[in-house]
């Protein structure tokens, strides 16, 4: 049974930090891409970053120096820390796996596997 079970969401000010963590099973942890999306209310899913196979990264341009992404295929955990953090940071954050080669990951279709997500709220 395929599980991914996010963690260490919460509330924080605007300018902190928070380490979300993403703990996998069920599958073979190191032949999947693993990426990081987001929900705000009304807003559509949002890709936010993908570590490939590999180790090689990617980031949604909002994130990009704020954020990082990586993998303990050891411990098949993926973690997302979060940096100087702002109010529209706020959302729904979702681990989520994908089998697929890609040069992006921004497609959420690509992701077969996806956890049930933890909230992130940033205040100003």
């Known amino acids: 049974q395929v599980q991914l079970v996010e963690s260490g969401g919460g509330l924080v000010q605007a300018g902190g930090s928070l380490r979300l963590s993403c703990a996998a099973s069920?599958?073979?942890?190191?032949?999947?891409?693993m990426g990081w999306f987001r929900q705000a209310p009304g807003k559509e899913r949002e890709f936010v970053a993908v570590?490939?196979?590999?180790?090689?990264?990617r980031y949604a341009d909002s994130v990009k120096g704020r954020f990082t992404i990586s993998r303990d295929n050891a411990k098949n955990l993926v973690y997302l820390q979060m940096n100087s953090l702002k109010p529209e940071d706020t959302a729904v954050y979702y681990c989520?796996?994908?089998?697929?080669?890609?040069?992006?990951?921004?497609?959420?279709?690509?992701?077969?596997?996806w956890g049930q997500g933890t909230q992130v709220t940033v205040s100003s």
């Open positions: 989520a796996a994908s089998s697929y080669y890609s040069d992006s990951y921004s497609d959420p279709s690509l992701f077969g596997y």
């Open positions: 069920g599958f073979t942890f190191s032949g999947y891409a």
């Open positions: 570590i490939r196979r590999g180790g090689s990264t």
